[in-house]
């Protein structure tokens, strides 16, 4: 006698459920197999017990960001799977494009207007489609880094498509001697920016200490900025002071950095979520992260020291290494080099090259899971011979 349908279908789900994430090809060739997996494949259930059993979601591209000689670059979506790349929104609309953050399954990506002749920003979810507009912040500013982040109250991130969705904008304000850093926060089921909040109301005796570094350098590393809980973090260029933006209590605080001679660095979420510090010299990657002792303060501890020179020999034939970006959640560091652009693994200690030589200053690592429930496979689920 024939087993029932049921027990094929969940012996089939145990086998399916093992395919690596990394690779959503191995799902949607799974799903074209025969009706029964693709329904097994398609179903919520399924999508929900996959998710939770592969843990933090697999990287799936990078958008790279280039330094900006003569004019943005045009941005692009660098498939890291053998899926084909996603359609960069806003360069297929006739208008410029930047990529700002990414986040969650989300894109921040400015946009300028010619027509209009103004700024203007949106969310993107390369899954999806979705794209929702965002109004420009209410104050004027000189340079700013924004972060997009998923604003569901208990999420584990490993779904957050379509849920509400925040952006913290910080900005070096055109007076330095009045406003030095200015900050405001956006949430999309407001659908508003929230009252501008400064370093100098928050923190007056930082002020002449950051205008003497800032006033030669008055503006913030472009790079992406760590999100751990309600706070969100940006490095300063010059001394790589950071900004802590504390969105529940809306203020802005200065954290020293730890000890380094290094120009270019990265700030990252270690493994325990406490803030870390990447940076490489003389061929070293130093990793730091932050440690509250008994009394409440927190201080910096450097975690490890990885030689970049015996991982990878033709990462810095005449130029040194720097740090580019992380993908938290996958122990994963951006290099650039003079070779590439790399990925250093930091359990294996190993060096990946993901893209060619270029001026890279900043990596923006896109992470989602990708199911065949997305597209067109999800309309074959509902067929009324399933």
């Known amino acids: ?96 494009a930047r990529p700002l953050d990414c986040r969650h399954g989300r894109v921040l990506v400015q946009v300028w207007h010619e027509r209009r002749r103004r700024l203007e920003y949106l969310v993107w979810d390369p899954i999806t489609g979705d794209r929702h507009d965002l109004p420009t912040p209410d104050f004027d500013w000189v340079i700013y880094i924004a972060a997009v982040f998923c604003a569901s109250d208990g999420c584990d991130h490993l779904d957050c498509h379509g849920g509400p969705f925040r952006v913290a904008f910080v900005a070096m304000a055109t007076d330095l001697r009045k406003d030095i850093v200015k900050a405001s926060a956006y949430s999309s089921e407001t659908g508003a920016w929230s009252a501008p909040v400064s370093l100098g109301d928050y923190a007056q005796h930082m002020r002449n200490a950051l205008y003497e570094k800032l006033c030669y350098q008055p503006f913030a590393q472009g790079r992406r900025g760590p999100v751990i809980r309600d706070q969100v973090y940006f490095a300063l260029r010059g001394g790589n002071e950071i900004i802590k933006y504390n969105l529940h209590g809306n203020c802005l605080s ?39 002792d008994s009394q409440g303060v927190a201080e910096w501890v450097q975690r490890r020291v990885i030689k970049v020179e015996t991982l990878e ?12 970006g992380s993908a938290e959640g996958l122990g994963v560091i951006f290099i650039s080099a003079c070779a590439g652009l790399f990925t250093l693994d930091l359990k294996s200690e190993q060096m990946r090259k993901v893209d060619e030589p270029g001026d890279y200053f900043n990596v923006l690592p896109y992470m989602s899971f990708y199911t065949p429930d997305r597209g067109r496979l999800l309309s074959l689920a509902r067929a009324d011979d399933l």
């Open 254 to 292: 200065v954290i020293n950095p730890p000890p380094h001679n290094a120009y270019e660095i990265a700030l990252m979420v270690m493994e325990d979520s406490s803030l870390g510090f990447a940076h490489i010299e003389y061929c070293s990657l130093y990793l730091w992260s932050t440690k509250v």
């Open 1 to 96: 006698m024939a087993p029932p349908a049921e027990l094929i279908d969940d012996v089939t789900a145990e086998i399916l459920l093992r395919l690596p994430p990394d690779e959503p090809e191995h799902l949607f060739r799974a799903a074209l197999v025969c009706k029964p997996w693709l329904r097994v494949l398609c179903d919520p259930e399924f999508r929900r017990r996959y998710r939770a059993f592969h843990g933090a979601p697999p990287l799936l591209g990078l958008i790279p960001r280039r330094q900006a000689f003569d004019g943005y670059p045009a941005p692009r979506f660098a498939s890291t799977t053998s899926m084909p790349d996603f359609p960069f929104p806003g360069v297929f609309d006739g208008h410029r």
């Open 313 to 324: 020999p033709t990462v810095y034939p005449s130029q040194g290494p720097f740090v580019v």
